[in-house]
């Protein structure tokens, strides 16, 4: 031990003399001809370095490539040319030891040190970030591919500091990409806002709180999107976190599944419980014309000779009706069978319009009540289109089958219009004076086994099957109605001809 040597000196130097080789960093120094003079015990491992490396180049020794440029040479020439003392290494910066072809990604510096303002050594420390930086580019990469933000809570400055694509992703301002307490709030909805304040209260007061809390974002476009988010804390300081960590989740995208699930699992409810009213009522339904005929039908096979004329003729004219409802009936049952397994049948051809309305007026005046007028309403220019006549004839008819069941005076009024030319669509009605339907009522007219009207005959699967017929035609269907004044139907079909 050298005396001359203060003690404070002394001191120094063993605790950097034992410091050296426990450093978790990686050091070499370096002397003043750029030989390698020292080398620290992570160095040496991490690199596979023999104790013959002393004493020569490091240039030869070691590369330092920056950025695909080996710098090394450059760097160490700057340092003893005192153009600058400290030379930090980039983020993309690795280490290659030559011989056993070693490299890893480095973070790091390169120090001059000065005795006396005269540069005395080199020091190259450096740490291997290569696993961490794997681990931040796979999670950024995961990360891209989802909705899903990184975040923390900074307690000495009181802000969030969040990922940047958070700002992108809902289109709002960044200001180096945090926000405070009182902007996260602004943001937030009210109705959610103590719920997520709660939690992170309980956070910041040093109680764990792990659960995931639910709360909706405003976006720039004003809209309002559910996001999930999670947290926990990275160490405690006393009684309060250090700081606390966590991801938020935008969840719009299930919510809008759960309400489209929710809503068919509703529709499928309501459709099974009219039903089961339909299959209840059916027996009815069916029991009522069959009831007619088999009865009128006994009478007139029985002989009776007391049945006069007028008897034959009003029962013969009751089995025809009640057998026109029976086929009805029927027909909306096997058509439905049909739509359901997907096996209803259609035939195209080109068909004049005025020819099949011409032909159901002929065919539903004689349908008519008394005091009801049909009136037909075509344009002066005859129009043809593509479509199943039959199929046609079945919409319209089951129309005009309706209004007849609720017009008890004034008029109902079938025709088409051709749309404007750019639309190329045209347009049939079906218009009556009957009684009108309630806002209710217009809101699952066209759903399956609805009846507006209990007391009137029918499956309620007349419009339902309407519909399904419309949009094989690639049209629309739509209905205005007023309590009292009447309803009508508009059915809006592409204009086109088949060659």
């Keep these: 031990m050298n005396p001359d040597i203060p003690q404070e000196v002394r001191i120094v130097n063993a605790i950097a003399e034992q410091l050296f080789d426990v450093w978790p960093v990686s ?7 750029d030989r390698i003079w020292r080398v620290n015990k992570q160095m040496g491992d991490e690199l596979q370095l023999d104790a013959d490396v002393i004493g020569k180049p490091v240039v030869n020794m070691l590369e330092v490539v920056q950025d695909k440029e080996s710098v090394l040479p450059r760097y160490l020439q700057d340092l003893h040319e005192g153009r600058r003392r400290v030379i930090h290494l980039s983020s993309n910066c690795f280490i290659l030891e030559p011989k056993r072809r070693i490299s890893f990604l480095i973070q790091g510096a390169l120090v001059g040190i000065y005795e006396e303002e005269r540069l005395a050594r080199i020091v190259l420390y450096y740490r291997n970030v290569l696993e961490e930086s794997t681990q931040k580019h796979l999670l950024n990469i995961a990360l891209s591919r989802t909705q899903i933000f990184q975040w923390s809570y900074d307690m000495e400055r009181n802000l969030m500091i969040i990922d940047p694509r958070y700002f992108e992703y809902l289109g709002i301002p960044t200001r180096d990409y945090t926000l405070t307490p009182e902007e996260f709030a602004y943001l937030m909805h009210p109705d959610d806002r103590q719920s997520v304040f709660d939690a992170l209260s309980l956070q910041l007061d040093g109680n764990l709180y792990e659960a995931p809390v639910e709360y909706r974002l405003r976006r720039d476009d004003g809209s309002w999107e559910w996001f999930e988010a999670q947290s926990t804390y990275v160490g405690q300081l006393k009684e309060t976190p250090f700081r606390i960590v966590g991801i938020c989740m935008s969840t719009q995208k299930y919510k809008d599944t759960e309400e489209r699930l929710n809503e068919a699992l509703r529709t499928a409810r309501r459709s099974d419980e009219l039903k089961s009213v339909f299959l209840a009522n059916m027996s009815h339904e069916i029991r009522t014309p069959l009831n007619a005929i088999v009865g009128f039908s006994s009478l007139l096979a029985s002989g009776e000779s007391d049945l006069t004329k007028e008897d034959i003729i009003e029962f013969t004219s009751l089995i025809e009706k009640n057998s026109r409802l029976l086929m009805v009936l029927i027909s909306d049952i096997l058509d439905l069978s049909k739509i359901e397994s997907n096996t209803m049948e259609f035939n195209f051809y080109n068909v004049s319009l005025h020819r099949v309305l011409n032909e159901i007026g002929s065919a539903q005046r004689m349908n008519m009540h008394e005091g009801v007028e049909l009136l037909l309403d075509l344009p002066g220019q005859e ?25 008890s005076e004034g008029n109902i009024r079938i025709g088409y219009r051709p749309g404007p030319i750019a639309s190329e669509c045209v347009r049939i009605f079906v218009e009556d004076t009957g009684t009108g339907m309630s806002k209710e009522v217009l809101g699952h007219i066209f759903d399956r086994f609805y009846k507006g009207d209990a007391f009137k005959q029918g499956t309620g699967l007349g419009l339902s099957i309407c519909r399904t017929i419309v949009k094989r035609f690639e049209g629309k269907i739509e209905v205005v109605s007023t309590p009292g004044k009447g309803t009508c139907f508009t059915i809006t079909l592409p204009l086109k001809i088949e060659g």
Excluded: G, H, S
Excluded at 27 to 33: A, P, R, S, W, Y
Excluded at 388 to 403: G, S
């Design 27 to 33: 050091i070499v120094m370096i002397d003043l001809e």
């Design 383 to 407: 129009v043809t289109i593509y479509t199943d006549p039959a199929r046609l004839n079945q919409v319209i008819n089951n129309l005009v089958n309706n209004a007849i069941k609720f017009t």
